[in-house]
């Protein structure tokens, strides 16, 4: 009987939290960057060429180190889960075609978040060491803006130390937690299954099952922002009644609600004058782009808060061209169901 109940208990919580959990991780096919931008300004001429473990060019050249300009900012894009990270970084074409160069950041999604926020940090220090007088902004999607947030707080076994300018952009990032993953946290299950129920939550999200749960010392102490981060803006998406894939009579089949608002805000966080907050009314892949559907929200965002530069008037039909490419759409809608 004890054999039945925890093969029940397992199973169920393993489908409740696997079917939840990959809704906001399904691999859609995703434009990849090019590291290119058709008539783009003429980018700052690099000065330096890094080898910085988890830093690289947004595309797949196998050589990952970075030519950067040290006088220039950075810009470093941090992607969620594995269904986010080829969309996300697209978004390296788009600063490059104003101009501005931008990196991306890689780390193994199912990695605990304190050893990949450790790792951001690392890279972060490094990159600062070699641009005395630069300005870095760190943008995080998803998970990665647990991540990458985290990279940036005092309580740290080695906190940032930079005279650097940086500043920290967070885009649907669940920094209460995230309740498909409320059971892993249940005291009672974690006992009653003798230890199963915490192995069939790792074989799900990996070493971060516990930190991404409501009850987690990463989410309930998510430590003040180091001296270095200048400013900090928490874009939070309204992701109700959003849908992501939808049939050929115009029928929702899949949607695009993945965090609520309520998992998006965090009361520590934004006590006092830490961070900046804004909601946007979008989906929770829509906000980044994905095949057909062009992240004008975000990129709104980003030039109206001066995370990138405004488009001049007499290349706004170039720039929509390059959209337009970037975010063509890759498949065909649903046959009607």
């Known amino acids: ?32 960057s090019t590291g290119t931008s058709e008539n783009p300004p003429q980018l700052p001429r690099p000065d330096m060429l890094l080898d910085i473990a988890g830093l690289g060019p947004c595309n797949d050249n196998p050589d990952r180190r970075v030519r950067l300009n040290s006088r220039e900012p950075v810009t470093i894009l941090v992607h969620g889960c594995f ?7 697209v978004l390296s074409d788009v600063f490059a075609f104003h101009g501005e160069q931008s990196v991306c950041f890689s780390y193994d999604d199912r990695d605990s978040l304190m ?32 991540v990458a947030r985290k990279a940036l707080v005092n309580e740290r076994d080695k906190p940032l130390q930079s005279d650097a300018d940086v500043e920290l952009l967070t885009v649907s990032a669940p920094l209460s937690g995230i309740s498909a993953a409320d059971q892993c946290a249940n005291p009672w299950l974690r006992f009653g299954t003798l230890g199963l129920h915490d192995l069939a939550c790792w074989m799900i999200s990996g070493d971060k099952w516990y930190e991404i749960t409501y009850a987690s010392d990463f989410i309930t102490n998510p430590g003040t922002l180091v001296p270095a981060v200048k400013r900090y803006l928490l874009l939070a998406t ?7 894939r939808s049939d050929l009579q115009g029928r929702c089949v899949e949607d695009d609600f993945v965090f609520s608002l309520a998992e998006q805000r965090h009361p520590q ?21 994905r095949e057909g559907v062009i992240p004008r929200k975000l990129i709104g965002v980003l030039q109206e808060r001066g995370f990138m530069r405004r488009t001049q008037p007499g290349r706004i039909s170039q720039f929509d061209a390059l959209l337009t490419r970037l975010y063509a759409r890759l498949y065909t809608p649903l046959e009607g169901m």
């Open 1 to 32: 009987m004890q054999q039945s109940f925890l093969y029940t208990a397992i199973r169920c919580l393993g489908a409740f939290v696997l079917g939840v959990w990959l809704s906001g991780c399904t691999a859609l096919s995703a434009p990849q």
């Open 83 to 89: 269904g986010s990270a080829g969309r996300f970084r």
């Open 115 to 146: 050893q990949s926020s450790r790792e951001l940090a690392d890279a972060i220090e490094a990159l600062a060491a070699h641009m005395p007088s630069g300005k870095i902004t760190v943008i995080g999607h998803s998970q990665g803006g647990l």
């Open 238 to 244: 309204d992701e109700e009644g959003t849908c992501r």
């Open 269 to 289: 966080i934004e006590r006092g004058l830490e961070a900046e907050k804004i909601v946007v009314p979008a989906g929770h892949v829509e906000i980044v782009g």
